[in-house]
């Protein structure tokens, strides 16, 4: 079985009020492309909720308010009862929402439809190591269901970058670099050790992470003592070991990150994934990727639906 679980649609509502690829709209296009390329379940969501993935003047992704989110997982859910077979999804959560919001996605995930959250690695700069992000790690633990950690429309860093291409392909694969190796620093794992975090776009570059984490954490060079103005939270005792508890999807189209991320994390902490829509890369070419990787038959066939059907819990789900 082939499980994506890096997958996106929106209502036409959506695309009627933002700019977007068409084939985010195009459900039948998308079931149809998996189908010939023989992914059986495609797990959907987005990191902006009923947001825009752009940037558009006046909109602020992070201020929607509880029943427009509850209209967008209406829509979510409906969709997902049509196609059973193939669709599941993840209920969209700002990881610094209030109390209000937070209570919204608890009441969401009651749907069987929804198997997991999907969150950003940042919110407005602010990366998740804040303690503001305390709230929703917790129910994330307490709940028992994966966050896939998706970048920002607006990564840190791109405010004056006018590209989009850049904005989409570099800005956003560093803010879940940053983002991840946060959550690893801050040390969220220890203090919720039933997270089950899965970054996006090969979590960035989360496999290059670990020594570099550890020196962040334990500064040699400050003679073993901190640097000046410490942090007012202490980084986790080893944050190289927490990123490497951590999931990566396989989106970034890349055999040589793909066979890193095989290597320094293993293929047991690697999930099918094709950002697709509104990627357009032959999802057989992704598979592909996959059946090449070096690594023996038993851990291609985790990573292309094994580790999910585990990670997700769909064995036991209707």
């Known amino acids: 079985m082939i499980i994506d679980i890096h997958g996106h649609l929106s209502p036409p509502e959506a695309a009627r009020r933002f700019p977007m690829p068409p084939s985010l709209t195009d459900v039948d296009g998308m079931l ?5 390329a023989g992914i059986d379940l495609t797990i959907i969501g987005s990191p902006v909720g009923a947001g825009a993935m752009a940037r558009v003047p006046g909109v602020d992704n992070y201020a929607q308010p509880r029943d427009r989110l509850r209209g967008f997982h209406a829509w979510m859910s409906g969709l997902i009862a049509s196609f059973p077979d193939q669709l599941r999804g993840y209920v969209y959560a700002n990881p ?5 919001h937070l209570e919204g996605v608890r009441e969401t995930l009651a749907d069987p439809a929804f198997v997991g959250l999907i969150t950003t690695s940042s919110v407005h700069g602010e990366l998740l190591g804040s303690e503001r992000a305390d709230s929703f790690f917790a129910l994330a633990a307490e709940m028992g269901v994966p966050v896939l950690v998706h970048a920002p429309a607006e990564p840190i860093g791109t405010e004056r970058v006018d590209d989009v291409g850049f904005v989409e392909q570099i800005g956003r694969f560093g803010d879940v670099t940053m983002g991840m190796a946060m959550i690893a620093f801050a040390g969220w794992l220890d203090k919720y050790p039933g997270l089950r975090l899965i970054g996006a776009t090969g979590g960035g570059a989360l496999a290059l992470l670990p020594e ?5 954490a334990r500064p040699r ?6 640097p000046p103005a410490p942090a007012s939270t202490p980084p986790a005792a080893d944050p190289g070991a927490a990123l490497q508890r951590m999931y990566v999807d396989t989106s970034p189209f890349s055999p040589a990150h793909l066979g890193l991320n095989a290597e320094v994390l293993g293929p047991e902490r690697m999930l099918f994934g094709t950002d697709s829509p509104p990627m357009s890369a ?5 598979i592909r990727m996959i059946e090449k990787l ?3 038959k038993a851990s291609q066939q985790l990573i292309l639906g094994g580790n999910a059907e585990a990670v997700f819990d769909l064995r036991s789900r209707p």
């Open 282 to 286: 032959p999802l057989e070419e992704l």
């Open 221 to 226: 060079h400050w003679a073993g003592g901190a």
């Open 96 to 100: 610094f929402g209030d109390d209000d």
């Open 32 to 36: 149809a492309a998996r189908a010939q």
């Open 212 to 216: 570099r984490l550890q020196t962040a």
């Open 294 to 296: 070096p690594v023996d």
